[in-house]
DNA sequence: AGCCGCGATACCCGCCGGGTATCGACGGCG
DNA sequence: CGCCGTCGATACCCGGCGGGTATCGCGGCT
């Protein structure tokens, strides 16, 4: 099977439209069907259940869906890494990727420590969506991830457990809760006229609800700031706060905990060192 | 990249020689002298230093090896995944694989329980090498297996424990040491005129050392028998065991975990249903 | 009935992957 | 020291396949 097929393939399958997948292939629709009816002979597998109306995936059409998009992701990352260990030095040696927002203070930490070793390399540091970072592991984009459980799936990644923290609730200022010692999720849920914001999902789509659609923590706090919404978030937002919002603990939260994570086979002296080098702060 | 490019590359770099490369893939040499480069001016790297003796792999050319084999792996894994997705009902469900030679008994139970499932499908059982089941679950040819924590490697797999056992040292009846109620690993080593076999390596190859080589159990339990040689393995090798051999436990040899495991991705009803079983047995 | 949207088919062309023949560089050996 | 053997690169040719345009066939909607 060839990436060629593979990429027309998940690109029908993901738009469920010949015409559509073509035109964002750069190609036309003749050759993009018959491809995919070559792809199905070779694999003596229908994929796709075509109608006059459109496309529909057969059960093997959505395992190849999944394991397609794998596989066209270990390609790309066989791609980058190549480029990159051939890049001439002076290029970034590693690549960090880490959600938008978060662990500042531990990122900024483990790069100083890191810098400080002897043979230390350039680490780039690329902030991406929330859920978007495994991809990144995945096809070679970034080498080494900070990912925060139980929120981030870790699952076909090696890990360290870097830190454990609490989470708190986030009240604007002079909310009468802010009074209590501690607070609940229920305690939260209930309150009127704070609802919790909903969250994009990694599909783009936000989950029903009453709150506000958010897609980054800065609306979020600013949401919170305004008494228009609260939020459970871990506690290290506290270093983020002014007096315009208060952190009250939430004991019934799930903890959060930091972890490094990096794909399963890497190899490479400078990835290794910077884990030593987290797991020691 | 494509894959054929991929291929050639791997061959390449595993037989460092394009003539036998060539022969290997069914086509010339030109040809194949013509894709690598025409890779490598694609990939802007230079991954193989070419001199009139022969080959040598560079820095980045080590890094498209692993990478692209794990690729090629991903992309095998995809098709065969499918095939089988599509391939008419009475065809396996599910594939497990497994050492040859060690858990028969929780391997049987598993099957039994599993069987008795409402719903289950048909497991075939694949028995294979020391340090192949990895590659079997990666390329797709297995869906789940069962690996013996530390003398496998877990990393880029999902895995839960299944069970935990001590390790015992196989000695000849009538050997004093047979006498001890217990060992070290230390003690085992001492012993004149019997010493540990060497197991193969993944690669093909044998360790230094004294000891006869084996490859597989039979052979191993053979030797012991015959009074030429010890060995120290799990303690569910008992119930293998004549009276021409007793196991005395080692207190500190490290104790040996049975996980089952599955790539991390895996989205089957009839996996997740098996793993579930095997957690409760 | 007629039109429209969508995937499949028919047919053509140019490029690229594969083949054979040969070259050029290097090392070994008599 | 020159000859030869080995090995990868180059030159050149051919056929097939990937991609394009034009068109068909089917089904749903009005």
């Given at each position: 099977m060839e990436t060629?097929?593979?990429?027309?393939?998940?690109?029908?399958a993901e738009e469920l439209h010949f015409g559509r997948a073509a035109r964002r292939l750069g190609i036309a629709q003749p050759p993009l069907s018959r491809a995919v009816q070559q792809l199905e002979r070779r694999l003596g597998?229908?994929?796709?259940?075509?109608?006059?109306?459109?496309?529909?995936?057969?059960?093997?059409?959505?395992?190849?869906?999944?394991?397609?998009?794998?596989?066209?992701?270990?390609?790309?990352?066989?791609e980058r890494r190549t480029r990159?260990?051939?890049?001439?030095?002076?290029?970034?040696?590693?690549?960090?990727?880490?959600?938008?927002?978060?662990?500042?203070?531990?990122?900024?930490?483990?790069?100083?420590?890191?810098?400080?070793?002897?043979?230390?390399?350039?680490?780039?540091?690329?902030?991406?969506?929330i859920g978007e970072q495994e991809r990144h592991l995945r096809d070679g984009r970034a080498d080494v991830a900070l990912l925060h459980r139980p929120f981030d799936s870790t699952t076909g990644l090696d890990t360290e457990e870097l830190h454990t923290e609490d989470q708190v609730a986030l009240l604007p200022a002079g909310h009468p809760m802010t009074a209590r010692p501690h607070l609940r999720v229920d305690d939260l849920a209930a309150i009127p006229g704070l609802p919790m914001p909903r969250r994009r999902r990694d599909d783009g789509s936000y989950p029903d609800g009453p709150g506000p659609e958010v897609h980054d923590n800065t609306q979020l706090l600013q949401l919170v700031a305004l008494g228009r919404a609260t939020a459970i978030l871990p506690e290290s937002v506290r270093?983020?706060?002014?007096?315009d919002m208060v952190a009250v603990p939430v004991i019934d939260a799930p903890s959060v905990t930091t972890v490094i994570a990096w794909p399963p086979h890497s190899r490479s002296l400078p990835l290794a060192q910077l884990i030593r080098t987290a797991t020691r702060l």
């Open positions: 060629r097929e593979l990429r027309y393939f998940v690109a029908v597998a229908t994929l796709l259940e075509r109608t006059s109306r459109g496309v529909a995936l057969t059960d093997a059409g959505a395992v190849l869906l999944r394991e397609g998009r794998a596989a066209l992701d270990a390609v790309a990352a066989a990159r260990a051939a890049a001439p030095a002076g290029s970034p040696g590693l690549v960090l990727v880490t959600k938008a927002g978060a662990s500042t203070e531990l990122l900024a930490k483990l790069l100083d420590a890191y810098a400080a070793e002897p043979g230390a390399v350039d680490v780039d540091v690329v902030l991406c969506g270093t983020h706060l002014h007096d």
